[in-house]
Nanobody
Framework: QVQLVESGGGLVQAGGSLRLSCAAS????????MGWFRQAPGKEREFVAA????????YYTDSVKGRFTISRDNAKNTVYLQMNSLKPEDTAVYYC???????????????????WGQGTQVTVSS
């Protein structure tokens, strides 16, 4: 079992930055591909970014490329999402998720992920 707790959300003006953190319990954090997803009101949950077990591979949805950066610190059991140049359309609840994998695979499918956090609200005002 892995428990995930997100933090770092809040209200920010367009063009601003936030850094989300996701702290994981357990001693096998480095066995998991980690992903960030988001869900806006009335919309389906969508993939944002993912990072492989070692951090060597990353994958982003097109709308955040060049603005968001996913990273991880396996010694701290934490994955981060640095969000810059935020836009009102980035407003959503952001979730982190863990996918037990072999190797350096990353995936954007929410159905593949095994564990989810409770989410943190990000609101970007125009």
């Amino acid at each position: 079992q892995v428990q995930l707790v997100e933090s770092g959300g809040g209200l920010v003006q367009a063009g601003g930055s936030l850094r989300l953190s996701c702290a994981a319990s357990g001693r096998t954090f480095s066995s998991y591909c980690m992903g960030w997803f988001r869900q806006a009101p009335g919309k389906e949950r969508e993939f944002v970014a993912a990072i492989s077990r070692s951090g060597g591979n990353t994958y982003y949805t097109d709308s955040v490329k060049g603005r968001f950066t996913i990273s991880r610190d396996n010694a701290k059991n934490t994955v981060y999402l640095q969000m810059n140049s935020l836009k009102p359309e980035d407003t959503a609840v952001y979730y982190c998720a863990a996918d037990y994998v072999l190797g350096e695979l990353v995936t954007n499918s929410p159905n593949i992920y095994d564990f989810w956090g409770q989410g943190t609200q990000v609101t970007v005002s125009s």
